[in-house]
T-cell receptor, first 112, second 114 residues
Framework: DAKTTQPPSMDCAEGRAANLPCNHS???????VYWYRQIHSQGPQYIIH???NNETNEMASLIITEDRKSSTLILPHATLRDTAVYYC?????????????FGKGTLLTVNP | EAQVTQNPRYLITVTGKKLTVTCSQN?????MSWYRQDPGLGLRQIYY???????DKGDVPEGYKVSRKEKRNFPLILESPSPNQTSLYFC?????????????FGPGTRLLVL
């Protein structure tokens, strides 16, 4: 699985968009980008994933650069409840074990 | 409501006293997995199951057992707990064969072994 690099922490004002970057310069053609978050000591929560195209769901948008070497998770209107550690995971889909490898992630703090 | 449940949520026990942490999902998922989370070490996979009666070791299986007799349940068994198994445990499940990385996690079980 390709290595990912995320900033250790970011701040965002409540109501503003939060843009969380992730670098994955060694990503291969069949690897997906997944985003999860973990609110303090709760179970990780799946947010979104993508392969090449930008994706949007009710929680967030995922922008993947054309060369796929980096991506950005966008929370369009951050709330205090979005304060969490956000993990970017790059992995080939499927296979014999869907094990997720969580790195250190980015601690997003949403301020009032 | 679609969910993964774990019981108990909190447990204090003593060394050597067998315990079981239950995990149940109501989404008819085939894949289930157990992780433990420790400060500075992140989440590490203990065991996983691709389907009923199919289980395999993850990265840190020592001291743990699992079983998958029914699709919905995947209990984690500590036959003889030791203090180094004090941790936060998460169960996860997934439906898709193709993208099983889209996983639902339980709320966690915090275990303290004295």
């Amino acid at each position: 699985d390709a290595k990912t690099t995320q900033p250790p922490s970011m701040d965002c004002a409540e109501g503003r968009a939060a843009n969380l970057p992730c670098n994955h310069s060694t990503i291969s053609g069949n690897e997906y980008v997944y985003w999860y978050r973990q609110i303090h000591s709760q179970g990780p929560q799946y947010i979104i994933h993508g392969l090449k195209n930008n994706e949007t769901n009710e929680m967030a948008s995922l922008i993947i650069t054309e060369d796929r070497k980096s991506s950005t998770l966008i929370l369009p209107h951050a709330t205090l409840r979005d304060t969490a550690v956000y993990y970017c995971i790059v992995k080939v889909g499927g296979g014999s074990n869907y094990k997720l490898t969580f790195g250190k992630g980015t601690l997003l703090t949403v301020n009032p | 409501e679609a969910q993964v449940t774990q019981n108990p949520r909190y447990l204090i026990t003593v060394t050597g006293k067998k315990l079981t942490v239950t995990c149940s999902q109501n989404m008819n998922h085939e894949y289930m997995s157990w992780y433990r989370q420790d400060p500075g070490l992140g989440l590490r996979q203990i065991y996983y199951s691709m389907n009923v009666e199919v289980t395999d070791k993850g990265d840190v299986p020592e001291g743990y057992k699992v079983s998958r007799k029914e699709k919905r349940n995947f209990p984690l068994i500590l036959e003889s707990p030791s203090p180094n198994q004090t941790s936060l445990y998460f169960c996860a499940s997934s439906l898709s064969h193709l993208l099983g990385e889209t996983q639902y996690f339980g709320p966690g079980t915090r275990l303290l072994v004295l």
